[in-house]
Protein backbone atom coordinates (compact mmCIF):
# COMPACT_ATOMS: atom_id res chain seq x y z
CA UNK A 1 0.00 0.00 0.00
CA UNK A 2 1.36 3.26 -0.76
CA UNK A 3 0.91 6.77 0.99
CA UNK A 4 0.51 9.70 -0.07
CA UNK A 5 2.53 11.27 -2.22
CA UNK A 6 4.76 14.26 -1.35
CA UNK A 7 3.48 17.44 -2.35
CA UNK A 8 6.55 18.86 -3.24
CA UNK A 9 8.86 16.45 -5.56
CA UNK A 10 5.55 14.07 -6.17
CA UNK A 11 7.33 10.74 -4.26
CA UNK A 12 5.73 8.65 -1.61
CA UNK A 13 7.50 9.16 1.50
CA UNK A 14 9.21 5.67 1.26
CA UNK A 15 10.55 6.51 -2.12
CA UNK A 16 11.88 9.81 -0.51
CA UNK A 17 13.21 7.77 2.33
CA UNK A 18 14.55 5.47 0.16
CA UNK A 19 16.58 7.87 -2.36
CA UNK A 20 17.56 10.06 0.82
CA UNK A 21 19.31 6.54 2.26
CA UNK A 22 21.06 6.06 -0.72
CA UNK A 23 22.16 9.71 -1.00
CA UNK A 24 23.20 9.77 2.80
CA UNK A 25 24.57 6.58 3.35
CA UNK A 26 28.14 7.22 2.17
CA UNK A 27 28.70 10.07 4.04
CA UNK A 28 27.49 8.53 7.09
CA UNK A 29 29.84 5.31 7.07
CA UNK A 30 32.67 7.65 5.93
CA UNK A 31 32.38 9.97 9.26
CA UNK A 32 31.71 6.52 11.56
CA UNK A 33 34.52 4.48 9.66
CA UNK A 34 36.59 7.31 10.58
CA UNK A 35 35.96 7.82 14.56
CA UNK A 36 35.94 3.95 14.61
CA UNK A 37 39.48 3.98 12.89
CA UNK A 38 40.56 6.09 15.43
CA UNK A 39 39.38 4.64 18.32
CA UNK A 40 41.00 0.91 17.19
CA UNK A 41 44.37 2.30 18.55
CA UNK A 42 42.93 2.42 21.85
CA UNK A 43 40.91 -0.66 22.05
CA UNK A 44 43.72 -2.38 20.31
CA UNK A 45 46.34 -1.18 21.99
CA UNK A 46 49.47 -3.14 24.31
CA UNK A 47 52.13 -1.66 26.31
CA UNK A 48 52.19 0.79 29.29
CA UNK A 49 48.86 2.08 30.66
CA UNK A 50 47.01 0.36 28.28
CA UNK A 51 45.31 -1.86 30.42
CA UNK A 52 43.72 2.08 31.79
CA UNK A 53 42.85 3.12 28.10
CA UNK A 54 41.77 -0.21 26.74
CA UNK A 55 38.13 -0.04 28.73
CA UNK A 56 37.67 3.81 26.78
CA UNK A 57 38.42 2.32 23.17
CA UNK A 58 36.10 -0.89 23.35
CA UNK A 59 33.30 1.22 24.37
CA UNK A 60 33.74 3.68 21.46
CA UNK A 61 34.34 1.14 19.14
CA UNK A 62 31.18 -0.84 20.35
CA UNK A 63 29.45 2.49 21.05
CA UNK A 64 30.05 3.71 16.96
CA UNK A 65 28.70 0.32 15.66
CA UNK A 66 25.91 -0.30 17.29
CA UNK A 67 25.02 3.50 16.81
CA UNK A 68 25.92 3.16 13.41
CA UNK A 69 23.09 -0.07 13.01
CA UNK A 70 20.68 1.66 15.41
CA UNK A 71 20.68 5.33 12.61
CA UNK A 72 20.78 3.39 9.74
CA UNK A 73 17.71 0.95 10.14
CA UNK A 74 15.67 2.71 12.71
CA UNK A 75 15.58 6.67 11.25
CA UNK A 76 13.92 5.51 8.07
CA UNK A 77 10.89 3.73 10.29
CA UNK A 78 10.82 6.81 12.53
CA UNK A 79 10.07 8.92 9.53
CA UNK A 80 7.43 6.67 8.37
CA UNK A 81 5.76 6.27 11.83
CA UNK A 82 5.73 10.12 11.67
CA UNK A 83 4.34 10.13 8.38
CA UNK A 84 1.89 7.79 9.54
CA UNK A 85 0.53 10.16 12.75
CA UNK A 86 0.98 13.31 10.05
CA UNK A 87 -1.70 11.86 7.96
CA UNK A 88 -4.21 10.41 10.38
CA UNK A 89 -3.93 13.81 12.48
CA UNK A 90 -4.96 15.91 8.56
CA UNK A 91 -7.46 12.92 8.45
CA UNK A 92 -9.02 13.49 11.65
CA UNK A 93 -9.31 17.35 11.39
CA UNK A 94 -10.98 16.83 7.98
CA UNK A 95 -8.13 18.33 5.77
CA UNK A 96 -7.70 16.63 2.45
CA UNK A 97 -4.17 15.68 1.20
CA UNK A 98 -2.00 18.12 -0.60
CA UNK A 99 -2.03 17.39 -4.52
CA UNK A 100 0.57 15.56 -6.04
CA UNK A 101 2.80 17.50 -7.78
CA UNK A 102 4.10 15.25 -10.86
CA UNK A 103 7.48 14.83 -10.87
CA UNK A 104 9.74 16.49 -13.87
CA UNK A 105 12.04 13.61 -15.90
CA UNK A 106 15.36 13.46 -14.95
Known sequence: MR???SAKHGKSPEDAIYQAC?????P???TTMAALLGALPLALGSGTGAELRRPLGITL???LM???LLTLYTTPVIYLFFD???RRVASFRGR???TPVPAEPA
Do not use: E
Open 22 to 26: LLRFR
Open 96 to 98: RAP
Open 66 to 68: LSQ
Open 84 to 86: GIA
Open 61 to 63: VGG
Open 3 to 5: SRP
Open 28 to 30: IMM
